[in-house]
């Protein structure tokens, strides 16, 4: 039988109805690759990344799977409709069908609510014997013991560049509650990882010497997290992740990091007011700690960029300058502004809809960009938008990343300025409005 696998684009904003269609991707695409690892014997299977290619409507499939965020949402569900109009069966999973499995039943023959290791194998079971049902759940965890090897055979990898990148993960899940966050909520409860030789073995067999470890938290389990970078040395690989700030003030694990060949990190600051950390429940973040693990990164000659979140009842419209000036003072090589947003399943979501806060629910989290959903406590929703946008215009500005980045002369000081230019191009043209670029 034959399976299509789709990873829908999503279009570029409510006004511009065009889709999203880029002809390079920085990060090879794991998500399709390991969709297609768990499908059994005897199927014929075709994968379709829509932002690097169009989907062929008339082409012969038997069954057809779409894996869908709450950003590809709306092009996921006309997919969908279309192909089930040629009387095509459509299964649906991923993190926006775990929040919204009623509205995505609507265009689709079954649901699949849980991890795809569990449940995907028995839908295509059921899909082949035409005996589908509406919702296929899983109540534990998956075991991260032996996870096949992501079909790298199945796309074309040329629109990767030469120096590919590709994504490993040695992760699930995430030990912190943070109130804002929903990831914990699809992955389950538990923090889990991988034995540290499993992962070392899939880098050896992809063959890479850039990864990408597509961990909510990378570094969950400090101890398990060492002993992985211990056995990351002998493949004098490059690599970036994502983990919270407190490790950063630990040395004995930040040079272990670096030795072990860390080129990029991404940490969730989220905020450099201490009230502002406590009602979003990020206990393990210190404000008062930021310059000491910034300059720690500094030294350790580390490319490194900060997440940031705005709109949160402790704030004033002072947080803008003052981040922008913290920025700048720590030579901040990149950074990320976004504004707050309540994922459904959130305690925060339940809390703003309860104050009646969420001013457009239909269209939260649809579209991409720093768009606001939300009526903040002290400035408009559009004040919002634009202290937002300043920040990323002043801060990505030419005499920003001249002051603030060193001479890409290092593979590490390489990644921030590219980081940079990308970011910078965000404020050029029809950007302006939309952040599309994110």
Same mark, same amino acid.
């Given at each position: ?207 890479? !010497? =850039?990864?990408? +470890?597509? %961990? ?7 101890? @398990?997290?060492?002993?992985? *970078? #211990? ?17 950063? !003030? =630990?040395?004995? +694990?930040? %040079? ?7 080129? @990029?990190?991404?940490?969730? *600051? #989220? ?168």
């Amino acid at each position: 039988m034959k399976l299509s696998i789709i990873q829908p684009t999503h279009y570029r904003s409510p006004s511009d109805r065009s889709l999203h269609k880029t002809k390079k991707r920085s990060v090879v695409n794991l998500t399709l690759p390991y969709l297609a690892s768990l499908v059994p014997a005897g199927w014929e299977i075709t994968l379709i990344d829509e932002q690097l290619s169009d989907i062929d409507f008339d082409a012969p499939v038997d069954i057809v799977a779409i894996t869908t965020w709450t950003m590809n949402s709306i092009r996921a569900y006309e997919i969908a409709d279309r192909y089930r109009e040629r009387g095509v069966p459509v299964v649906m999973g991923g993190p926006h069908t775990s929040f919204h499995s009623d509205e995505a039943a609507e265009h689709c023959d079954a649901v699949c609510l849980g991890e795809g290791e569990i449940l995907w194998p028995s839908m295509l079971e059921d899909a082949a014997a035409g005996r589908l049902r509406q919702f296929y759940r899983s109540d534990k965890p998956c075991s991260l013991d032996n996870l096949p090897m992501p079909r790298y055979d199945l796309i074309d990898l040329n629109p990767y560049g030469f120096f590919k990148t590709f994504s490993v993960q040695s992760s699930r899940g995430c030990p912190f509650r943070c109130e804002f966050c929903s990831e914990r909520l699809y992955l389950g409860e538990s923090y889990r990882y991988r034995a540290a030789q499993a992962v070392v073995e899939e880098i050896k067999q992809i063959g890479a !010497k =850039n990864i990408l +470890f597509a %961990d909510s938290n990378f570094a969950g389990k400090m101890s @398990h997290t060492m002993e992985l *970078m #211990e056995a990351l040395i002998p493949l004098r690989i490059r690599w970036s992740a994502l983990w919270s700030a407190h490790l950063c !003030k =630990n040395d004995a +694990f930040m %040079d272990l990091a670096k030795k072990s060949g860390l080129l @990029h990190l991404n940490i969730g *600051m #989220e905020s450099i007011d201490s009230k502002t950390l406590i009602s979003m429940n990020k206990k393990a973040n210190k404000a008062s700690e930021y310059r000491q693990m910034l300059a720690g990164l500094r030294k350790r000659g580390i490319s490194y960029s900060l997440n940031f979140i705005f709109g949160w009842d402790t704030e004033t419209e002072d947080v803008f300058p003052s981040t922008l000036e913290f920025l700048k003072k720590n030579k901040v090589p990149a950074a990320y502004f976004n504004i707050l947003t309540p994922d459904k399943g959130t305690p925060l979501y339940d809390r703003m809809l309860e104050e009646n806060r969420i001013t457009n629910i239909d269209d939260l989290g649809r579209w991409p960009g720093d768009r606001c959903f939300i009526k903040p406590q002290n400035y408009s929703g559009e004040t919002l938008e634009k202290n937002v946008r300043d920040l990323h215009n002043a801060f990505y500005s030419y005499p920003s990343m001249l002051a603030r980045l060193p001479l890409p002369v290092t593979m590490g000081n390489i990644a921030s300025w590219v980081i940079n230019f990308s970011q910078h191009d965000v404020m050029r043209g029809d950007l302006k409005e939309n952040f599309d670029s994110y």
